[in-house]
């Protein structure tokens, strides 16, 4: 495990010396006093890197929760630390948390989502999960203006709508610890969410509206810190005062990881391409795939 001490004074690490492991007979410490730029994305050793009581606090989520997580994957370091994340690192409600997210797995079927047939989302909302960024995390892209949510809402299916965006993070979240397994140092994706033909008729319907909420709580209940970025490109002025609303009522984690453009194309893909290869996006994004 990797942490940072708590009184650190009597020694400083440079910049250029960060990721420096101390090993000790007792604890592993890593001494890191430097601001991780927030605007890259963070690498597996920056998740992992935590406080000395932190870590403490980590030893005794795992013995708390532990035996009553059903996959080997969630008693990691990375995804544990996940929820204290979430929570501020609260016991109680860390475990609350992580608890109401299996009841919420087993209730909706999550271990099994992947087998069923999505044929009929696929072909009306189809997103994309084929590219990396610039530091190799997994990038998915959804052109959001193209689906028709009124009609989801019509037939009733906005809520299997959901369940596909659930399925989307879900198949994320997988692809990460995949890429982990083979000695990837990745932690989180980068979500691009194309608004270009945004319109008040086809996503403007309360149930829409209450969909889209509903999506952001489940991100946050079930997902919590996932996405190094949640990119929203070509947004409306009207929607984009929306969302600047809707960012002020999520979590920090959240917030950090929002960011919104309107539709001034060279600003947006300026920053898009800071981050991702050409070869790594389609057209539509300033990409050549």
């Known amino acids: 495990m990797k942490n940072s001490c708590d ?14 492991v101390i090993k000790s007979c007792s604890v592993l410490v890593l001494v890191l006093l430097c601001q991780i730029d927030s605007a890259w994305s963070i690498t597996l050793d920056e998740e992992l890197t935590i406080t000395y009581s932190q870590k ?47 009841k919420w797995r087993e209730d909706n079927k999550m271990d099994g989502i992947h087998e069923e047939n999505w044929d009929d989302m696929e072909a009306e909302y189809p997103y994309h ?8 995390q997994p990038v998915i892209t959804g052109n959001i203006g193209d689906w028709d949510l009124r009609r989801a809402s019509v037939t009733g299916r906005i809520q299997r709508v959901l369940r596909y965006l659930d399925k989307a993070m879900d198949e994320a979240t997988i692809k990460i610890r995949h890429m982990q397994s083979e000695g990837k140092n990745v932690t989180r994706f980068f979500f691009i969410v194309n608004l270009d033909n945004f319109n008040l008729a086809q996503h403007t319907c309360a149930p829409c509206a209450a969909g889209f909420l509903q999506f952001l709580r489940s991100y946050e209940n079930h997902f919590p810190g996932s996405a190094d970025h949640i990119l929203m490109i070509n947004v409306s ?47 539509e994004y300033g990409g050549t795939k």
Not at 7 to 20: A, D, F, P
Not at 69 to 83: F, G, N, Q, V
Not at 250 to 266: C, D, I, L, S, Y
């Open 7 to 20: 009184h650190c004074g009597q020694r400083s690490v440079s910049m250029n010396k960060m990721g420096v």
């Open 129 to 136: 999960l084929d590219g990396l960024d610039k530091r190799g």
């Open 56 to 102: 403490l606090t980590l030893d005794k989520f795992r013995e708390i929760v532990g035996p009553r997580l059903p996959h080997e994957y969630m008693k990691e370091d990375i995804y544990l630390i996940r929820w204290l994340r979430a929570q501020g690192f609260d016991l109680k409600k860390s475990e609350q948390m992580i608890m109401q997210n299996l």
């Open 237 to 283: 002025p009207l929607f984009e005062f929306v969302l600047q609303v809707v960012k002020s009522t999520v979590t920090p984690q959240t917030r950090e990881a929002m960011h919104v453009f309107g539709k001034n194309k060279p600003l947006w893909q300026k920053y898009v391409l800071d981050f991702i290869d050409k070869n790594q996006l389609t057209q």
